[in-house]
């Protein structure tokens, strides 16, 4: 018994200094201490399989550097049938010696067995692309998208590149993946706000997602309507706003009651905070349970205090609105301006607020859009003075319509 204890002993200690050694030990020396090793042998595979890659040598020494690979796998798979990475390694040798058909069985299978096998999915999603399978292609890039954060930004190139050269075929697809609401999902709609043909993508994108399961949130949809307007591209987001009705096109101006936050900028209002002036969405302290806005401006800054954008078409129309003054003279340190845009031609500036209007007072105003007007700013400015002059209104119910000729 003590000299059974003592072998068992030896034998446990011999297996405790092994284990470093084929699993870190250079796969040459690990190979000639632990030749049966499954993992040693996959180890080596890789190894062969590395120097295939280098430069600078002749066709046959990466011939039969990747041969050698592909010997060792199938030695490694035979000790261990369900090693994921040796699998890949018999794949990609079989691939590297022209045999793709072949490569893509190895690979898929090695691919379902381990979705953290980064070199069979990259493998997979070449070869699918180039056989125009952007299903199955982009469903491997997706894998690697959702674990190496390192991989987005040329997996998002690859995405960008076929939504634009192939937007009917490539398009759904991607949208399909981003539906789905993955880790890689705002940081993909964010890539492509840095270039023309990126937006272009986005407002695309916008569309069909509208129609999924998952289309763009109001924060996202803010973002892509802000960065159109920052490039200019006001007919993108005109075409963006009327193909996804959001806001609702069949209001001139959005949340003219000032109780629905939900519409996105610029469809919605930009309230401003600056020296002097002191704008936000109250309560009413006289129509109770009804939100309105309440703005004070003390007479000297020159600032626009609420705007949101519009988009009507050319023609006569009518601005409508409640107001109440708490204090001062609106009707002369406040206006409603109409600008076109892109420009700052000014299509309407007049009175914020009827005079004498101490209770709740309607008032209404008419502008002509010009066909040279594609989008316009709806503002509430103020007028400076010359001396301090406190001014509190508030304002509520504001609309755009249609004139009857």
């Not at 090793?37 to 990747?66: C, F, W, Y």
């Not at 041969?67 to 990609?92: N, T």
């Not at 096998?117 to 299903?135: E, I």
């Not at 609401?181 to 043909?197: F, Q």
Request: glycine residues 6%.
């Amino acid at each position: 018994m003590p000299y059974i204890l003592t072998a068992g002993a030896v034998w446990l200690g011999w297996q405790i200094v092994l284990q470093p050694i084929i699993q870190r030990a250079p796969p040459e020396l690990a190979v000639r201490i632990a030749p049966g090793s499954p993992t040693v042998l996959r180890r080596a595979a890789e190894a062969r399989q590395v120097a295939a890659d280098r430069t600078g040598q002749t066709p046959d020494t990466v011939s039969r550097a990747n041969e050698d690979s592909g010997v060792l796998g199938r030695e490694a798979l035979s000790r261990a049938p369900f090693d994921a990475r040796a699998l890949r390694v018999i794949g990609l040798s079989e691939a590297r010696a022209g045999r793709e058909a072949q490569a893509d069985e190895l690979l898929t299978l090695a691919g379902n067995w381990s979705l953290r096998d980064d070199p069979a999915h990259v493998w997979l999603v070449d070869y699918r692309l180039r056989r125009g399978d952007y299903v199955s292609s982009f469903a491997h890039a997706d894998t690697l998208a959702r674990r190496r954060q390192a991989m987005r930004p040329g997996i998002f190139r690859l995405f960008t590149t076929a939504a634009t050269v192939d937007t009917q075929r490539a398009l759904p697809v991607i949208a399909r993946l981003i539906s789905e609401n993955p880790s890689w999902r705002k940081d993909y709609l964010d890539s492509l706000y840095g270039t023309t043909e990126g937006l272009r993508v986005a407002v695309n994108l916008a569309v069909v997602l509208q129609a999924g399961k998952a289309p763009l949130t109001n924060a996202e949809l803010r973002q892509l309507y802000l960065y159109l307007l920052d490039r200019g591209v006001l007919d993108g987001a005109r075409t963006v706003r009327e193909r996804l009705n959001r806001p609702d096109m069949k209001f001139g101006v959005a949340n003219g009651s000032f109780d629905d936050p939900s519409s996105p900028e610029p469809f919605q209002w930009r309230i401003a905070q600056g020296a002097g002036i002191v704008a936000e969405i109250l309560e009413d302290d006289v129509r109770a349970g009804d939100p309105a806005l309440r703005a004070s401006f003390d007479g000297y800054t020159e600032e626009t205090i609420a705007e949101q954008l519009m988009f009507l078409s050319p023609g006569r129309y009518r601005l409508v609105y409640e107001a109440r003054t708490e204090s001062g003279d609106p009707a002369r340190h406040m206006t409603w301006t109409v600008v076109c845009a892109p420009g700052n031609r000014r299509i309407l500036n007049a009175p914020s607020a009827p005079a004498d209007a101490e209770v709740w007072t309607a008032g209404s105003v008419e502008f002509t859009v010009q066909p040279d007007c594609s989008g316009q700013w709806l503002q509430l400015r103020s007028v400076p003075d010359q001396k301090r002059a406190t001014t509190v209104v508030w304002f509520d119910r504001v609309a755009v319509s249609r004139t009857v000729p």
